[in-house]
């Protein structure tokens, strides 16, 4: 049996959809080839693991006493392979290892998880993981550094302009200017954040300042971007590693609103069901030759940032003219997409396995390189310091 942990929650605006995913992932797992246990990382940081972290009422709220549960670190050591429990006095070697971890998904949502922090641990700490690599990560949760990214690959990107908070407090009237040179509407959004959270439409300088007074509350660092008066949102998925990619079905999702908020996401209705609740045509009432495209589209995007597991990319069509552009890859999308592979024959605990397989043989890959180079560098060194040292 392998041990599989699930990771979900962290200090992130995400956290409580983090929670829903994670612990579908538990659900869904093959148990017949997986210890699988929580992972859960409170608002505070800290991390737990524990049987009561299999139910969604631990979490209403959650109390870091409650009987059950353990607080664990991960070392950042390879030979370690697993967490431990971690010590009141603060000397690791007075600590116990608590499970053995042979794999990592990564159900953790926004920032401090899918932004390749805990990717970067993870790779400290050899243990493969299903999210994708540190670069790519990275690069899919700043949503200013990824519109460059795509705009480089030649991808249809809107316009848009960045810019920072400290610009914002100090002098607001050239970032206005530049914004309404783009022209209205547009949507203002923090860089770091997904689900919709503090993004806000513009349709005029009233509405433009209210937007931004809300997006630099989540973040230092605000992108600009011109919207569309008549939008069609179209996700597609993919899944795989090493150049090996499944694009999935696109979907339409459905609101009532100009675009998806956080409540239409996960609350209207939704109980702990994740975004598969959300209201949504699947597959997405577009033509083939489009369809064909946004899975080209998604592909490429997969292969460029070095994807693994599951990502989600999120598109735009404006129905009056029929263009499509790019809007932005959410690298541990909510539910893991699973319902766009579904119809496909790739039923969730599938998607699962090929997850983890993909996970071991990113870490295989690895290994395969080689981090040493021989050097005389120490022995060219004088003395205690580095003055003779030249590079």
């Known amino acids: 049996m392998i041990n599989v942990g699930v990771f979900f929650g962290s200090r992130s605006a995400e956290h409580d959809v983090s929670i829903i995913t994670g612990l579908q992932v538990l659900e869904n797992l093959d148990k017949t080839k997986y210890t699988a246990f929580p992972v859960y990382i409170s608002k505070k940081g800290e991390w737990f693991v524990g049987e009561p972290l299999k139910k969604i009422d631990s979490y209403r709220p959650f109390k870091e ?12 050591v390879p030979s370690m392979n697993g967490l431990y429990e971690l010590p009141t006095s603060g000397l690791l070697k007075k600590t116990h290892k608590v499970c053995d971890l042979d794999c990592a998904i990564l159900a953790t949502h926004g920032m401090h998880g899918e932004d390749g922090t805990i990717q970067g641990l993870l790779e400290l700490a050899d243990i493969p993981y299903s999210s994708c690599s540190l670069v790519g990560s990275s690069v899919g949760m700043d949503k200013i550094i990824m519109k460059g990214v795509f705009k480089s690959m030649g991808l249809p990107v809107l316009d848009g302009t960045y810019c920072y908070r400290s610009a914002w407090f100090e002098n607001r009237d050239p970032i206005i200017e530049e914004a309404e040179k783009i022209g209205y509407p547009l949507f203002v959004k923090p860089a770091n954040l997904g689900s919709s959270i503090g993004i806000s439409k513009a ?12 997006a630099v509350q989540y973040d230092r660092r605000i992108l600009i971007e011109k919207g569309l008066d008549c939008p069609t949102e179209i996700n597609c998925a993919c899944v795989g590693f090493d150049g090996k990619v499944t ?6 999702p459905k609101s009532w609103t100009e675009f998806l908020s956080f409540e239409d996401k996960y609350t209207r209705g939704s109980g702990s069901k994740g975004m598969k609740s959300l209201s949504r045509s699947v597959p997405a009432p577009i033509t083939d030759e489009m369809t064909e495209l946004i899975q080209s589209y998604t592909a490429q995007i997969f292969r460029m940032l070095e994807c693994k597991g599951v990502v989600r990319v999120d598109y735009m069509i404006d129905r009056m003219t029929n263009q499509v552009y790019v809007g932005e890859i959410n690298t541990i999308p909510g539910s893991f997409a699973f319902y766009l592979f579904e119809p496909m024959g790739i039923p969730f605990a599938k998607l699962l396995d090929g997850i983890i397989d993909d996970a071991f043989k990113a870490l295989e890959q690895k290994r395969k390189s080689s981090f040493a180079y021989a050097s005389d560098i120490l022995e060219k060194a004088t003395g205690g310091g580095t003055k003779g040292v030249k590079r």
Do not use: N, W, Y
């Open 203 to 214: 349709t005029d300088r009233p509405s433009f300042i209210s937007a931004m007074e809300v």
């Open 247 to 252: 694009p999935s079905l696109c979907e339409q």
């Open 65 to 76: 006493d409650m009987h059950g549960i353990t607080k664990v670190i991960l070392p950042p």
